[in-house]
């Protein structure tokens, strides 16, 4: 039911909630993110960019460190594409404050300076791309 909530979601204008009704959402994916791996964290690293803004940064870079590579790749695209406007310092100082290991602030610092130079050189990045995780089929199981 999780996962099928999560992913109904992204099929809902979410501009029809009320702002209340938004930051239960938000807060719901939040924890779905910290307590889920596999298909359900990756389809909630996609879902919850509706529901959050440039205020929920530094809860969104103490979520980098999640163990399935799908919702870290998303998470890290909602931040690049988040904290661009702000520039480099803001984006490295966000990822020193983040509590993340030494090597997840640095892979992070990275693919930001890798985006902002594929982006100057009118190249296609893949940090502006979410992944999508397949969801399983009843037809798998039988």
């Not at 359900?40 to 205020?55: H, L, M």
């Not at 995780?133 to 199981?141: E, G, H, K, M, V």
Request: hydrophobic content about 35%.
């Amino acid at each position: 039911m999780v996962l099928a909530s999560t992913v109904g979601l992204q099929g809902i204008d979410s501009t029809g909630f009320s702002e209340d009704e938004r930051n239960d959402i938000k807060e719901s994916l939040i924890f779905t993110l910290k307590t889920s791996g596999g298909i359900i964290s990756a389809r909630a690293s996609v879902s919850i960019c509706d529901y959050i803004s440039s205020e929920d940064a530094s809860t969104m870079f103490e979520l980098l460190d999640h163990p399935n590579d799908t919702t870290r790749h998303n998470i890290l695209c909602w931040l690049i594409r988040t904290m661009e406007e702000k520039g480099s310092d803001a984006f490295v100082s966000m990822v020193r404050s983040s509590g993340m290991p030494e090597d997840l602030r640095k892979e992070a610092t990275e693919k930001f300076q890798e985006y902002l130079r594929q982006k100057k050189a009118g190249e296609v990045s893949s940090f502006e791309m979410q992944l999508y995780a397949y969801i399983p089929n009843l037809r798998d199981f039988l």
